[in-house]
């Protein structure tokens, strides 16, 4: 991946975002992210957390759930997200999960900072220990729930593969 490219697809992420603080009646929030392989672009995507009512409508977020139903697959390995803004912990972990190779940001968490655009806190929190969490995560292990739902989702998945 050449610089020009990179900087090529920033450019893309950018206009993207653009699009949301300048191109409608009322703005937006300013992120576009655009998801290339193997030289072609797969999906381009801005925010749209506000249109849809969707806190999970990140730009990257939307570029994956295009490319994937593209693509009728959720693996995304090999492809590359050029985000307009650094991404936050949803988005790193779904492009993680959907195998994403590398991700290029244009505007940092710093420039992000004094607009309240900056995606720090989702990683602040998730570096905190457990007990420390703004957001509690509380485990609570039924007992007599029956079956063992992993267990069973294991047969399940054994059983169909044996039967392909
Ligand atoms: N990178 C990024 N950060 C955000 N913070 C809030 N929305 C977004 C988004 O769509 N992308």
Redesign the pocket.
């Known amino acids: 991946m050449s610089k020009q490219d990179s900087e090529k697809y920033l450019l893309e992420s950018i206009r993207l975002a653009m699009g949301n603080v300048k191109g409608r009646e009322s703005a937006t ?1 300013p ?3 655009v998801l290339v392989r193997d030289g072609k672009i797969l999906a381009r995507a ?2 749209q ?1 506000d249109d849809l009512c969707d806190p999970s ?6 570029a994956l759930r295009i490319a994937a139903k593209a693509l009728g697959s959720t693996d995304l390995s090999r492809s590359v997200m050029y ?6 912990s949803m ?1 790193h972990t779904a492009m993680l999960l959907a195998g994403v190779k590398q991700v290029y ?1 244009a505007y940092s968490n710093e420039d ?1 900072e004094p607009y309240d ?1 900056s ?1 720090a806190r989702g990683y602040e929190e998730l570096a905190r220990p457990e007990g420390r969490r703004e957001l509690p995560v509380i485990g609570h292990r039924v007992r007599d729930a029956g079956e063992d739902l992993y267990q069973a989702w294991q047969k399940a998945v054994d059983e169909d593969r044996a039967t392909v």
């Open positions: 929030w992120f576009g992210a801005v925010n957390v409508a990140h730009a990257e977020m939307q985000a307009s803004g650094y991404p936050c988005c940001f992000g655009l995606a």
